[in-house]
């Protein structure tokens, strides 16, 4: 069963099979030499919006990774919301390295056991190798006057994004809501009264990232849709002049960490090419890869080559609404009964 993202041609960007492994749907393009046997495979699980980021990054890394060992490498990818994607390698989806929206993703799959608890420390900067943000996609003209937070909240503007209980997409739109409101001087209750009237608005809560692009872009639903500054733009490109970007005054600082699967490397003897794969990432070439995408790249060289690329924003960390990290978020907004489900029930969905 295909998800929602590939059933309009406009979004059909996934070459290869489907397959649906614990509730995730999990694509394998033809990354490397996927018509005869391949002397590696690797594969990578990740979020919803990243298909397009992957599959330019997999056609870099093969034909070095092959010159420079003489050895052949397949590339298998799987794309959901970060969320579900994280409990399928929990559930023992074999994916040698994992590259998720959020680090508390991964911080589950580390209490399982399965990726070793100080991950973070192995790459640089927090195996972060690419920052990103939450932004405005609206129609064209822009006929709601939407530029900064506050206009979310008018009675006649419907807000696309996904669910916060699936998606890191949606997680980061809510913490970007909340944020709007407690770090300019309201107070929390009218924090959750501001988030209250913004998901009253919204018709539907798809599962991830591309499904609320589909939503917004393909089904016409809703006048403003909250996405991954990368997500806006593809989805832009897509419109044939339809759409428009908005960038709000601030937002909330994305950053999609990167790892190997230890259990797994350890288990089929990758750990060394899955290694050598995800250090890639911090090269030049990839860094101006993930630039192209419009995912901001952690190389300061690049990102000052692309600046016109990615305009200045002020960005705040998670941290600056949750002291104690995403971790605590969790706890506090997404787990049950949680403030997303108590604001959520009280908008009267």
């Known amino acids: ?19 649906l492994l ?64 994280a409990r399928a390698v929990i559930e023992g989806l074999p994916a040698d390295v994992v590259t998720l929206a959020l680090s508390s993703d991964v911080d589950a799959i580390s209490r399982s056991e399965v990726i070793a608890e100080k991950w973070s420390e192995r790459l640089p900067h927090n195996s972060v ?36 209980k699936t998606s890191g997409n ?12 407690v770090l300019n001087g309201g107070t929390e209750d009218e924090a959750r009264e501001f988030v209250k009237k913004i998901y009253k608005n919204t018709p539907v809560l798809d599962t991830g990232a591309r499904g609320a692009t589909v939503s917004f872009a393909e089904r016409g639903l809703g006048n403003v849709h909250l996405t991954w500054e990368s997500e806006a733009h593809l989805e832009i490109a897509q419109s044939n002049g339809d759409l428009e970007l908005v960038f709000p005054s601030s937002s909330i600082l994305a950053e999609p960490p990167v790892t190997v699967v230890d259990k797994v490397v350890d288990s ?29 790249p952690q190389d300061t060289t690049v990102l000052e080559a692309n600046r016109d690329r990615f305009p200045e924003i002020k960005l705040y960390p998670v941290t600056a609404i949750s002291p104690g990290g995403l971790g605590e978020a969790q706890k506090r907004f997404f787990d049950d009964r949680g403030e997303f489900d108590q604001i959520y029930e009280s908008s009267g969905k």
């Open 129 to 164: 190798p690419y920052t990103s943000s939450i932004v405005f996609v609206v129609r064209k003209g822009n006929p709601q006057g939407i530029k900064d937070w506050p206009d979310l909240a008018k009675p006649e503007v419907q807000v696309i994004v996904p669910s916060p």
């Open 22 to 85: 614990g509730g995730v749907a999990t694509f394998l393009p033809l990354s490397g030499c996927s018509q005869q046997t391949t002397d590696y495979e690797l594969l990578n699980v990740s979020y919803d919006p990243t298909r397009e980021l992957w599959k330019d990054l997999n056609a870099a890394f093969v034909p070095k990774f092959e010159e420079k060992h003489g050895k052949t490498i397949k590339i298998n990818q799987s794309h959901a919301g970060s969320g579900p994607q």
């Open 268 to 296: 089929r003897k990758t750990r060394e090419i899955a290694e050598e794969y995800l250090q890639f990432l911090y090269t030049p070439e990839a860094q101006q890869i993930i630039a192209n995408h419009y995912f901001r």
């Open 170 to 181: 949606g997680k980061l739109a809510f913490m970007a809501l909340w944020g709007s409101v």
């Open 1 to 19: 069963m295909l998800s929602q993202s590939t059933r309009k041609s406009g979004w059909s960007f996934l070459v290869g099979t489907a397959l």
